[in-house]
């Protein structure tokens, strides 16, 4: 069983590489540009940041995609082997944004009732607390003078 393969399927490999690499470059180079746009446009952060984050996880998600089509051959796939990688994923992400949409109107839920958050971990021994030796035990109650 041979692997072999000819000098223009090489050639086209290679040049797919290319090709994808100069896909994720411009992509990404958007990215930087638009980041850097924001910034000088407004230093301060208080701009219409919400739509460059969507515009960060539309490239982003574009990019993944690519990379899974390309790099890892499912766009090559049968359509079925492609719907079974592909669909989870669509849910990890629905579930990923779900989650902080939740955790958002907890957080704001909160803050609009003025909930406080005790803080409910149990201090190390010997750390804050009164500590009793052996010897040291007494029957009147220690002041917290």
């Not at 090709?19 to 924001?38: D, G, K, N």
């Not at 984050?53 to 766009?75: D, P, T, Y």
């Not at 989650?99 to 909930?115: A, S």
């Not at 607390?129 to 220690?142: I, L, N």
């Amino acid at each position: 069983m041979s692997h072999e393969i000819s000098i223009e399927q090489y050639k086209s490999q290679v040049k797919a590489v290319w090709v994808a690499t100069a896909w994720l470059s411009f992509f990404t180079i958007i990215e930087v540009v638009a980041a850097l746009l924001y910034m000088n446009a407004y230093p301060n952060g208080d701009g219409p940041r919400m739509l460059l984050n969507l515009g960060f996880i539309l490239f982003s998600l574009l990019k993944a995609g690519f990379i899974v089509g390309e790099f890892m051959h499912v766009r090559y796939e049968a359509r079925a082997l492609a719907l079974t990688i592909l669909t989870p994923l669509l849910f990890l992400i629905w579930f990923i944004i779900a989650f902080i949409w939740e955790g958002t109107e907890w957080q704001n839920n909160r803050n609009t009732w003025g909930v406080k958050i005790e803080d409910q971990r149990i201090p190390a021994k010997g750390h804050g607390q009164d500590t009793h030796d052996a010897g040291t035990h007494s029957a009147e109650p220690k002041s917290g003078h």
